[in-house]
């Protein structure tokens, strides 16, 4: 059956109690150590920095702002109380009218007006968590699989694959051209899947990515839409960093090349976006995820599903009045490009002065850093965990590093600037650069009671934590599935 | 090689079918006292609207849970930004002691065992998953709450095996009706992996006997890998704290909280019914298994609380003078207002189920048929939706066994659409209509055998009680 027994005759699912949460891993201990010694100003001046939760922390105080100037958003204001009655039991998985026009129309602001998404196919979900699973559970059906390019959101393996039992193989995409993905790869995944007699049934990506920043160009986007129309598999884009871009292009909405390209060279029944307001607002604990399909069918089914993770009527009525007033929003997108890129200048400008350099890219709350140069051994996932272990111990940062998103080349780390105030950007700029200054010193003698021999034929290391089996499959980034895990300003977390 | 997944092509949703009249007609002519007073009054829809004025008047007294405030401070930021999974620690407390409370403090809960779900509707599908595999089943005594062929099947692959409940004993759940579905399971090959319970029950209105509790663990108690899910989601709509057992304060005082059994039961619950909040979506699941609270905790990532509605309730639910001035008041207006149903069909000659709970009553209208069968059902069904424009839920599309049951809510309105309504189904009754034949022309012939009826009567029904714009109709 699979079933396992346990605490003495209670049996669960194989789901239940299989591993494919990804939770069991051991990037966790980079978790563990924030929350055991999490940095505080004042209270723990040298804890650990968290670098590895990907927040957009730096414009909440306009929305505060916006919410005190408008209480009629509210359903719990003296102002709002009236609509508290209709909203409480408002819970048609249509969601509320205003919300979904709202969400299409600033959707398109998001996206420079270049293209207008349509209110009727905006579909609510628990999150982006809960929209790439439902999505999955329109698209696929167990065993079958879809491609993704790699590096990716390391969560992508329990949202896809957890309970729907959807299969990913990855993309991979390589340094030597800036992890750029090409048709050619996409191509040649496919192609080895169907010669294992896989079932392909999509690509999914997210665009701009995580964890690399960068954003896909038009022709790409269009090539990529015209192999799964040609393929007849569907293209599933994650558009949850669209509103972070900062700099350089202007980002190309997979909506935007739908209207761009021939129509006989784009079949939209396989063309599926997924959005959530968790970075380009910064509202994660809204729970706000979003599905839009230009697939009818796929509406309608992903609506019947969406009374899984409907979003809160209470959340919904404030957002639909936040997101039509324009004057807000053009002020809040402004805004917030200008200052992740002003954050992401001061952190990369810091990071060179430590002879560090980053993937060039202009979107996200992270860079993708290339700490390749201080690896033990540059062809070691070995070497790269040794250094992480450091960076966490030593340097107390936790970043994230590449293995955690099945990167296929050791030594890139990605680090989040977004989740905290300058001065702790500072104070983590500060650790790079003295642990740089002294880093041959500590890679290359032992340290506490780690003991490195070093050859060059054959390195052997003893650790102080017994295994370091590399499992690409498992991690969790953010906070929303570790446990406890806040970003470090929350007292929340004491509650 | 098929577009799209065999989910999303199925019915299993249950929400499509070619018919869907009683819904439809009330959308197309929803009832208003003023602009519409000849309109379809709804009474398919088991919403709890009888004491918004309270929660009203607890907003007003406390706008710091209005405007993201703690104690003068804003804490609007840590909200935004708050997605753990383990939940406002806060939220979760309230929330166990008012569980407690709805029970009279009979048992306790504790918040490290409360998994925090998108509304019960997520709560009942996690817990499946939990559970049970793709193709294992679950036991559910009839007639039982539509959306859980969606809750508990759809994504899931588990299979619902009916307990038969008859009339003759007021739909109760026997052992030997038990014994029977475990026995229909395994003709089946199926994989039974427990009971799953509405307690109270939707569509009855009755709350579980002390004597089917006792059924019920001790089938679980025997077969040592099922599990017990009760849905307590209607636990404060009980007329008395009193007379609502909960599965919990059973196993505590059978004194079985050492042994295994404690750890296959599991309650569902939700405030979507006791406080009259669905919108809010606040969903949970209780259990005292590590690894079920574990895995659900996982689960609900998919569809967790929004913060700012945690913050919000955890105020309110935190007012204890607040909890059990409502918990009192909602069960008295809820049970005067079960009476004013109750005595008004007595009065034109139709019974309903004894009922001590929930937002409807299961009212017994076989005498109104023009026969004992489904299809007769649904002729009656039709005329009330039609002529006497009351939209009302047949027992059939609840998979009762037996044809003539219909589940009528009386919460979801005021006293005098109710009286209306009341009025309207007199007049219905006085002038005999229900006893000569439908002359509506219907679109579609109805199938002959019975088994094929309940089907199609069945996703029928479903369709209307579960239409495509309501997403949790119970």
Not at chain 1, 171 to 187: I, R
Not at chain 1, 350 to 373: E, P, Y
Not at chain 2, 129 to 152: E, K, N, S, V, W
Not at chain 2, 169 to 192: C, M, S, Y
Request: aromatic share 10%.
């Amino acid at each position: 059956m699979g079933s396992l027994k346990k605490n003495g005759g209670a049996i669960l699912s194989r789901i239940a109690t299989n591993d494919h949460h990804g939770e069991n891993s051991e990037y966790f201990d980079g978790w563990k150590s924030y929350d055991k010694d999490p940095f505080h100003h004042s209270r723990n001046p040298c804890g650990i920095i968290q670098m590895g939760l990907a927040e957009n922390q730096l414009c909440l105080e306009l929305i505060e702002g916006w919410i005190k100037d408008n209480p009629k958003a509210s359903i719990c204001t003296p102002e709002g109380v009236g609509q508290f009655g209709d909203i409480a039991i408002f819970q048609d998985y249509h969601g509320l009218k205003e919300f979904r026009q709202a969400i299409a129309h600033f959707m398109g602001k998001a996206r420079g007006g270049r293209v207008t998404f349509d209110p009727e196919r905006i579909v609510m979900s628990g999150g982006a968590t809960g929209a790439n699973e439902t999505i999955m559970f329109c698209l696929a059906d167990p065993g079958d699989v879809f491609l993704v390019p790699s590096p990716y959101y390391a969560a992508f393996d329990r949202d896809l694959r957890w309970r729907t039992g959807v299969e990913i193989i990855p993309v991979h995409c390589y340094s030597s051209n800036s992890f750029k993905l090409t048709v050619e790869a996409v191509e040649w995944a496919y192609k080895k899947a169907q010669e294992s007699n896989k079932k392909v049934k999509g690509l999914i990506l997210t665009n701009p990515s995580n964890p690399l920043g960068t954003m896909l160009d038009k022709d790409t986007l269009k090539n990529l839409v015209r192999f799964v129309t040609r393929k007849n598999i569907h293209l599933v884009v994650d558009e949850i960093y669209a509103g972070t871009v900062f700099a350089g292009e202007n980002f190309v909405s997979v909506a935007e090349v739908v209207n761009n390209v021939d129509s006989y060279e784009v079949n939209v029944d396989l063309i599926h976006i997924v959005y959530s307001l968790s970075k380009d607002m910064g509202l994660p604990g809204f729970r706000v995820g979003i599905i839009y399909s230009y697939n009818d069918l796929v509406v309608s089914c992903a609506r019947k599903m969406s009374s899984f993770g409907l979003v809160s009527s209470q959340t919904q009525l404030m957002l639909a009045s936040m997101l039509s007033d324009d004057r807000f929003v053009e002020i809040f997108l402004t805004e917030n490009s200008r200052r992740l890129k002003i954050r992401h200048e001061d952190y990369t400008s810091g990071l060179k002065k430590a002879g560090i350099t980053c993937l060039t890219s202009n979107a996200g709350l992270f860079v993708w850093m290339d700490l390749r140069h201080l690896l033990r051994d540059r062809n070691s996932f070995e070497s790269e965990i040794e250094l992480w272990h450091i960076i966490i111990d030593k340097v107390k940062l936790n970043v994230s590093p590449g293995s955690s998103f099945h990167c296929t080349e050791p030594g890139w780390f990605r680090a989040c600037f977004a989740n905290m105030d300058d001065d702790t950007l500072h104070a983590a700029l500060r650790r790079i650069q003295a642990f740089v200054s002294k880093n041959h010193k500590i890679v290359e003698n032992s340290s506490d009671s780690d003991q490195i021999v070093q050859s060059n034929n054959v390195k052997k290391q003893k650790w102080k934590q017994s295994n370091l089996r590399l499992s690409f499959r498992r991690l969790y980034e953010d906070g929303l599935s570790s446990p406890g895990i806040m970003s470090p300003r929350s007292p929340l977390l004491r509650t | 090689m098929e577009l799209l997944s065999r989910k999303a092509t199925c019915n299993s949703h249950g929400q499509d079918s070619s018919y869907f009249l009683g819904w439809e007609e009330y959308e197309k002519n929803p009832y208003d006292v003023i602009k519409n007073p000849h309109g379809i009054i709804q009474m398919g829809l088991a919403e709890n609207q009888l004491c918004f004025d309270l929660l009203e008047s607890w907003l007003a007294q406390n706008p710091d849970a209005a405007c993201f405030k703690r104690d003068g401070q804003s804490i609007f930021r840590e909200l935004a930004l708050f997605q753990d999974y383990h939940g406002l620690s806060s939220f979760k407390n309230a929330l166990s002691d008012f569980m407690s409370e709805n029970r009279g403090y009979r048992v306790s809960f504790d918040s490290n065992n409360l998994v925090l779900t998108a509304g019960a509707t997520s709560a009942n599908e996690t817990l499946m998953f939990c559970l049970a595999d793709p193709g294992d089943a679950f036991l559910l005594p009839t007639p039982y709450y539509p959306g859980f062929d969606r809750d508990l099947k759809w994504r899931t692959g588990v299979e619902i095996v009916p307990i038969h409940c008859s009339s003759t004993n007021g739909f109760r759940i026997t052992k030997l009706a038990l014994e029977e579905a475990h026995a229909q399971a395994k003709k089946l090959n199926l994989n039974v992996k427990g009971v799953l319970i509405t307690n109270p029950s939707n569509p009855l209105g009755t709350t579980t006997t002390q004597t089917e509790l006792d059924i019920l663990l001790e089938f679980i108690s025997t077969n040592k890998n099922m599990h017990l899910v009760s849905d307590e989601i209607y636990s404060g709509t009980a007329f008395s704290s009193s007379e609502f057992i909960s599965v919990m304060e059973v196993l505590k005082n059978n004194q079985l909280e050492d042994t295994d059994v404690f750890n296959r039961v599991h309650i569902v619950y939700s405030l979507s019914k006791d406080l009259g909040l669905p919108g809010f979506r606040v969903g949970a699941v209780y259990s005292n298994d590590k690894d079920v609270v574990s895995a659900a905790t996982k689960m609900s990532s998919f569809g967790l609380v929004s913060s700012q509605t945690q913050y919000l309730l955890s105020s309110l639910l935190s007012d204890k003078k607040f909890t059990k001035k409502y918990l009192r008041e909602n069960q008295k207006r809820l049970k005067n207002r079960q009476r004013k149903l109750v005595s008004g069909l007595e009065a034109m000659g139709i019974g309903s189920l004894k009922s001590n709970a929930g937002l409807f009553c299961w009212v017994d209208m076989r005498h109104l048929l023009s026969s004992k069968t489904f299809e007769a059902e649904m002729d009656l069904w039709k005329k009330i939706v039609y002529e006497v424009k009351l939209n009302i839920s047949p027992g059939s599309s609840c998979h009762c066994e037996e044809p003539g049951w219909f589940r009528v809510c009386f919460a979801n309105m005021s006293e005098e659409t109710l009286k209306l309504a009341l009025k309207r189904l007199k007049k219905f009754v006085d002038d005999g209509n229900s006893v000569k034949s439908c002359q509506i022309t219907e679109s579609q012939k109805l199938k002959s055998s019975r088994k094929k009826t309940m089907t199609t009567v069945s996703n029928w029904v479903f369709r209307l009680s579960f239409q495509d714009r309501e997403a949790e109709e119970r």
